[in-house]
């Protein structure tokens, strides 16, 4: 029995680190499609920039809502953290804020398997 909390447990930390490194890499791809992409398409009229960058945010994207809901339990978030964790993806630099208390988590859950 006590392995296969070990396992869930073991499981619960890859998800965690996994969600962290989605959410910066789409907090990244939001930047870079908002200051790069679209000004290279608007102003100097080169569309691929919006093309690429935005595939790759909306993949990340999707991502980021997936393991939002894998991470609830992990979290303990109830409904309005899990609200406030789906909303920061919408503000440029939101995923750089949540990654403050996804980090402390993370920490957490490290220091129960010592």
Do not use: C
């Amino acid at each position: 029995m006590a392995d296969l909390k070990l396992v869930s447990h073991l499981h619960s930390m890859k998800t965690l680190k996994l969600f962290r490194k989605i959410a910066l890499a789409e907090g990244i791809s939001f930047l870079l499609l908002l200051l790069i992409a679209m000004p290279l398409k608007y102003y100097f009229g080169i569309p691929l920039a919006v093309k690429l960058v935005g595939w790759a945010h909306g993949v990340l994207f999707i991502a980021y809502i997936l393991l939002t809901f894998s991470a609830i339990s992990i979290m303990k978030w109830n409904w309005f953290n899990t609200l406030v964790a789906l909303a920061v993806s919408l503000i440029p630099v939101g995923t750089f804020w949540l990654d403050k208390s996804l980090k402390k988590r993370e920490l957490e859950l490290a220091s129960q398997v010592e």
